[in-house]
């Protein structure tokens, strides 16, 4: 398919951050926040632990980091794939009430050494950026992580205006990511004490000339 047939939203995700889908991003600007963080503090989870306890100290996390980097969004982009083996996802949302594409948008074939039938199914929902709006998705993308997944769905958050993106990336945690690194710092300095202990040093050295920039304005 020629460049000038793209769908909208692909061509744009291609002019904005340079790849058709997140997990391809390859800027510089991008860190990793633990989902549950220092997990194996006593202190972090309850005794005896439990996987409903986990998931709710996981939504919580995604909410606060959702929150600080889309504050200021009015709307975002959604970008929601599953690979080929899995059955589409949008069902089960749609019983939490959401009207969703029941079809990909476009498929892509990840990586050449792949199977020849496996696929990646993408789609794109633009939806307001608010709590309510985007409740069911974090739950899809915390959520579809447990063990006999509550949707099979990855998630990834988008503003094109801002230059901010963020990916829900496995078990673990989240992928922030910008454009710029100046416009990536809010987000790293605030949640640095949750970021993976290996990206530390390296977004400590990136981020250092904005450690004192102002935060963006939150909504929790």
């Known amino acids: ?22 997990h391809d991003f390859r800027g510089p600007a991008w860190t990793r926040i633990e989902l549950i963080p220092d997990a194996t503090a006593p202190d972090r989870l309850p005794q005896p632990f439990t996987p409903s306890a986990r998931l709710l100290r996981e939504l919580d996390t995604a909410r606060a980091v959702v929150a600080a980097m889309f504050g200021r969004s009015e709307r975002v982009t959604l970008e929601l794939g599953w690979s080929s083996h899995e059955k589409p996802p949008f069902k089960r949302l749609s019983h939490l009430g959401f009207d969703l594409p029941r079809q990909p948008a476009w498929r892509l074939r990840p990586d050449p ?12 929902v633009e939806t307001p950026a608010t709590g309510d709006a985007l409740a069911p998705f974090l739950l899809a993308a915390v959520g579809g992580f447990q063990k006999r997944g509550l949707i099979n769905l990855s998630v990834g958050i988008v503003d094109f205006e801002t230059g901010l993106a963020l990916e829900f990336y496995d078990a673990k945690g989240m992928t922030p990511m910008a454009v710029t690194p100046e416009r990536l710092a809010p987000t790293y300095w605030r ?11 390296r977004c400590d050295a990136l981020l250092a000339p904005w450690r004192d920039a102002a935060p963006r304005l939150t909504v929790v």
């Open 191 to 201: 949640f640095r004490d949750w970021v993976r202990d290996v990206e530390v040093e």
């Open 1 to 22: 398919m020629g460049e000038a047939c793209l769908h909208p939203t692909r061509q744009r995700m291609l002019d904005v951050f340079g790849v058709e889908r997140l």
């Open 113 to 124: 050494d792949d199977a020849p039938d496996w696929w990646w199914n993408l789609a794109y």
